[in-house]
Structures are given as structure tokens and as C-alpha cells.
């Protein structure tokens, strides 16, 4: 019985760390020494693509977070992954995609938008 309890404890504490370790993040890409794994959300499949690439070529496992912002995303790396990696990282990625569209604001910020005719 009691072991069943302390089996019981543990997962419900893999569970919650899991929550966790996720929580916030658009996704999340594990490095290994020869392929990338997506382990939450999706994506983009050329930056998957490119990440496969380097993950043969560097061969630093790790893990890559993308993270929500008042921009749009933020990529954040595992303490393992080198700086100069973690950059080519960021030179692939395509920040574009998830940036925010900005409507225009006058100077007293209100937004400015077409009037309908």
C-alpha cells in the first residue's frame, strides 16, 4: 500500500515539474547529437529543418525554447548550448512570422484606422 502511495506521489510530481518546465512557452525543440525533436507546439518547419542541420554539424544537445513576447517570440537555450550556436540559432529563425502587427497610433495614442465609406 505504501508503495503504491509513493508511486502515486511521484508521478503526480513528473506531472507537475512537466507543467512546469512548459508552461508559457510556444514551443519547445529538444537538440540531440544527430536530429531535433519537437516535444510542444509547432514550429516553423524550415527553422525544424535548419535545426536538424546544426544539430548534426555542432552536435550540443540541448533544448530550445520559444517564448512569448510583447514583440512576438523569444528564443531562449539550455545552459549547455554555446553562445555562438545559440546565435546561429537566432539567425535561422524566422522572427518575422510571429511578429505583431502594429496599427498605427497618433501622438495622444489612440489608434488610427480607416474610416469606411
Not at 512537466?18 to 527553422?47: D, E, Q, R, W
Not at 512570422?97 to 484606422?113: A, E, F, L, V
Request: charged residues 25%.
Amino acid at each position: 500500500m505504501e508503495l503504491l502511495l509513493v508511486v502515486a506521489v511521484f508521478i503526480v510530481l513528473i506531472w507537475a515539474l512537466n507543467k512546469k518546465i512548459f508552461i508559457g512557452k510556444l514551443f519547445v525543440i529538444k537538440l540531440t547529437k544527430s536530429k531535433a525533436i519537437i516535444l510542444k507546439g509547432i514550429p516553423p518547419k524550415k527553422f525544424i529543418a535548419e535545426c536538424n542541420i546544426m544539430a548534426r554539424k555542432k552536435n550540443s544537445p540541448g533544448y530550445i525554447y520559444g517564448i512569448k513576447n510583447h514583440q512576438g517570440v523569444a528564443l531562449k537555450f539550455s545552459s549547455n548550448i554555446k553562445e555562438e550556436t545559440a546565435q546561429r540559432f537566432r539567425n535561422l529563425f524566422p522572427f518575422e512570422q510571429y511578429h505583431r502587427s502594429s496599427t498605427s497610433t497618433s501622438p495622444d495614442g489612440r489608434t488610427n484606422r480607416k474610416k469606411a465609406k
